[in-house]
């Protein structure tokens, strides 16, 4: 059984709000397969957030203060949230996933261009012997110290800022549901590498990929296990954007992404977390996979490329679903469209084991009123 | 037809064999014309088997290193293909959007199964679509983008070419991450790629070319 998700370290400490204990049961129910009072609801917002409460990028992107106030301030508006993602955000740190520089707005880009990531080959072929001799953590901390300065100035910052803002959601109801990443190290290869140079690689060689893949989970493992300890639960993002199988062969799949994946999912919830299988693109291919995951532990958030109808019918009572309004019906689409698919998801996606959500994370020019339709969706249950 | 074994190693993903046939062949004195056709006809296996969920995406770009690395030596060739392609396509990423990789896929693929690519690269003003047509007379345009906030800049595109009076001159495929059908009808394009393939596929149909 999860525990009850209480205020971090450096949050402020209290007896807990009753909203936020009864949006957290609702969402504890979903997680365990269960059917709550009404299906709840999560979001991920952060350029959308900024254009609700017109605060331009850069200043998001600079302070996490800024960032956490404008979340909140989008949450608020849009009325009754169970639960965001994310309190804070600090683009920057998505360096630390992939291992090469964002571009920032107000800095390498205009105020409200969107943040992206400056992919270069910076890993060189012989860095994989490198990862094997030196070890992960040596190894990284100087290829830290050369690329991701503005990535590690982000991370001390959400370490030093963000668990107020999760007390600061916490007071006012809301649930957080996540509290850190942990990064496949597939994802980490490939970004530092550029998607066309290791593609190669996984090719021509993919022994020392393997052994540089492997000289990383011998890290990882315990550095996982540890920051879980520090930061408590509740849930922990391990993620999928480079690794999708729609991406890979199956031989490729199955050698390079499934059995990191399934540790390092293992090793969150052996810690008493729920990993949050934030999975980007179509994963239909290999949705039968997932029965090998602890069951009524994970939730699998997809973002409208995966066939969310069927994944729901192969996991039925194994996995909580979340998702998966998609981004363009959310950009594009109309509120009727968005009530219709809403309504789609209420009924063969949920009630049972179910979180609502959109595909991934909301999209900068999502019109309001179509996530306001999706947020209100849920109450019509 | 049977393959040739320079077209089935290529169809194979045979990185250490296709450029060493490819040289062979040169070395023969055969025609280099005829060896690019032969390659290509080993991007179309390629092609084929990413239709029937054999291959992905990681051997489809693959593929096109393989393509790239056998076809080094026919430079001279590739040119003389250019001039009498099946067809061109003005090809990049819209503006304000600096992903390229979909688009880089996409004209490997696409120059490998013998259509002139003309890359923009990322991050393309309207009006340079418009020129790039002007100059190249293609009848095909690609756009791609990554980004959904880009959907109004890939519409703006759309209308750029069609307020210069070549909308109708122009067959106009997108693609990308976050594209979808209705996403395609909303910028104003004629077709929606699924897949780099699909792109092929659809350019193909577009040339009246198998």
Redesign the interface.
Known sequence: MVETQGPPPGAPQGPPNPLFLERMGRIQTAIHCGTPDRVPLSLVMDTFACNVMGVKYSEFCADLDVSGQTILGAVEKLGDVDSVQWASYAPAILGMLWLAPM?LPGRELPDD??W?LD?QVRIQPEDYDRIVEMGWGPWFGQYLGRYLGEAAAAGAMMQEKAPRWVGEFMGRGTVVFSASTVDHPYEHLCGGRT??QF??D???RPDKVEAAMQAIMAEKREQTRQMIRAIGPFGYWVGSWRTA?????PK?WDRFVWPYMKELVEIVAEEGAIPMLHYD?CWDREIERLLELPARTCVLATDGQTDLFRAKEILRGHMCLMGDV????L???TTDEVKAYCDRLLTDVGPDGFIMAMGCAM???AKFENVKAMVDSVQRR | MTPTPLAQAVGDLQMDVAPGLVQEKLAAGEDALAVLAELQDGMAIVGDKFESGEYFLSELIFAGEIFKQASAPLQDAIAQAAESASGTIVLGTVKNDIHEFGKNIAGTVLSSNGIKVVDLGVDVDPQAWVDAINESGATLVGMSALLTTVFDQMKEAVATIERAGLRDKVTVLVGGGPMTQEAAEYVGADHYCETAQDGVIAAKRVLGVS
């Not at chain 1, 199988?245 to 062969?249: D, I």
Request: hydrophobic share 45%; proline share 17%; aromatic share 6%.
């Open positions: 571009k261009a969107l992206q992919e998607i066309q593609t190669m996984l090719f021509t199988p729609q991406f890979l062969s490729l693109a998609p981004p363009a019906m950009t594009l689409g999209p900068p020019n």
